[in-house]
């Protein structure tokens, strides 16, 4: 009857209901099954290739990298020397938001079911020759490492500053560079301190401060029209510490520094200051040989022959200061340690000292609380061990040029003789 043959239809379509609803169940179970399983004959295939390594695959706009097909797919690309180690497998493969990583290059799998990409950030991507640029701020910058590896970094000290007087042009003195290989791991904070050129001298008497980060001050000019003098370039630092730059707990964590140069002098003449140092600061000139100002080394800041006032310190330059007889001198350059400010008859600052843990000479200081150079180390050591901070964070490869010698140019493109601006870092992910 035709109630029976309806009743027979309504019984038909629930069947079919119930079969598509559970065989679409078994092909997303068996598409997401297989996706997990191609991964794990991904991983094993890889790791088999002792020569291969994953080098790149499709890179999206987001910045995350897509792979279809796990094994046999002609957007990933196997080239290079597989680096010693594993896989990092985060998310237990999770559909959608699995990733791979495999030394510093990242792998998004793609949702096979929902056409879906793992959200931005959950997935890093950081490739060999990807550099981070610190330029001059006035304050601190951090530097939060991506991934672990080998991360290459540069310093550039700042210059003293100029004198402005057209007849008498004496020159401040240009910023050090440092530079050298370290290895860090994902997570680690660096803390960045770019040093500030010093003040070029003007006709004005007032005292200029030195620039960021440890520059010394110029001194008092009452006598504003025929002496003139500059302040002190600040270094540029890396530091494991947070704090004010002149914090003693963050200075003692320094653990590259390249070195700010002396402010420039006039006094009847022009007197140019010293260039920042490598493992010594150098002097700057003076009218008058019992005023000289010297650079710093790497165990003590420039001393200046007239008084102990313009003597540097551990991370300072010098100040100039103001005699009886208002004479003037220019700031000492800032470093490891700071050089001397000049003192009276136009004595120029000196430069301060650069400092690398892992650099054959440099001197490293004795704890975070202690100042003092380790025990049986002093200036002209050869022993590296005398060097290497007493976090044991070193570097390999490392390099200290001074302020008058040929150093790369901020973008590594050409060579400069020192550097002759506000300091500048630079961090490159080596692998």
């Not at 390249?258 to 010293?274: D, H, K, R, S």
Request: aromatic content about 8%; glycine content about 16%; hydrophobic content about 30%.
């Amino acid at each position: 009857t035709l109630v029976e043959l309806l009743a027979v239809i309504v019984i038909l379509a629930i069947i079919v209901i119930l079969a598509i609803t559970s065989i679409g169940d078994n092909v997303e179970k068996s598409q997401k099954k297989s996706l997990m399983v191609n991964a794990d004959k991904y991983v094993k295939a890889v790791n088999d290739m002792a020569s291969m390594s994953i080098r790149e695959a499709v890179k999206y706009e987001s910045g995350l990298y897509q792979v279809t097909d796990l094994l046999n797919n002609d957007n990933i690309k196997i080239t290079g020397t597989k680096p010693e180690g594993g896989y990092v497998l985060l998310d237990d493969y999770e559909v959608g938001d699995a990733c791979l990583i495999y030394k510093g290059y990242a792998v998004t799998f793609k949702d096979a079911v929902a056409d879906d990409v793992i959200e931005d950030g959950e997935c890093i991507s950081v490739n060999p020759g990807d550099t981070y640029e610190f330029a001059y701020t006035g304050s601190v910058q951090e530097f939060s490492v991506p991934i672990t590896g080998s991360y290459k970094i540069e310093l550039w000290g700042a210059r003293g500053g100029n004198s402005l007087d057209t007849s008498y042009p004496s020159v401040g003195g240009n910023g050090a560079y440092t530079s050298g290989v370290i290895n860090l791991n994902e997570g680690d904070i660096l803390y960045i301190y770019v040093g500030g050129k010093g003040i070029d001298s003007n006709l004005n008497s007032a005292i200029l401060s030195g620039g960021y980060n440890g520059g010394g001050a110029s001194s008092d000019t009452t006598y504003a029209d025929t002496r003139l003098s500059a302040s002190g370039g600040g270094a540029t630092d890396v530091r494991l510490k947070n704090g004010d730059w002149n914090d003693s707990s963050s200075l003692a964590s320094r653990i590259m520094v390249a070195a700010g140069g002396g402010g420039a002098a006039v006094y009847n003449g022009y007197f140019n200051a010293g260039y920042a140092g490598g493992l010594t600061g150098s002097d700057g000139e003076t009218g008058r040989t019992s005023h000289i100002a010297h650079g710093a080394t790497q165990t003590s800041g420039g001393s200046n022959s007239q008084n102990t006032v313009y003597n540097g310190s551990f991370g300072k330059g010098g100040n100039g200061q103001s005699s009886s007889n208002d004479y003037i001198g220019g700031g000492g350059g800032s470093g490891y340690y700071g050089g001397a400010a000049g003192s009276d008859y136009g004595s120029a600052g000196a430069g301060g000292s650069s400092y690398v843990s892992g650099y054959t000479g440099c001197v490293a200081i004795t704890s975070s609380t202690d100042t003092t150079p380790k025990s049986g180390c002093s200036n002209g050591t050869t022993d590296k061990s005398c060097s290497i901070h007493y976090s044991n964070k070193v570097f390999d490869d490392a390099v200290i040029k001074s302020g008058n010698e040929s150093i790369p140019t901020f973008d590594g493109t050409s060579a400069m003789t020192g550097n002759n601006s506000d300091g500048y870092a630079r961090i490159t992910y080596i692998g």
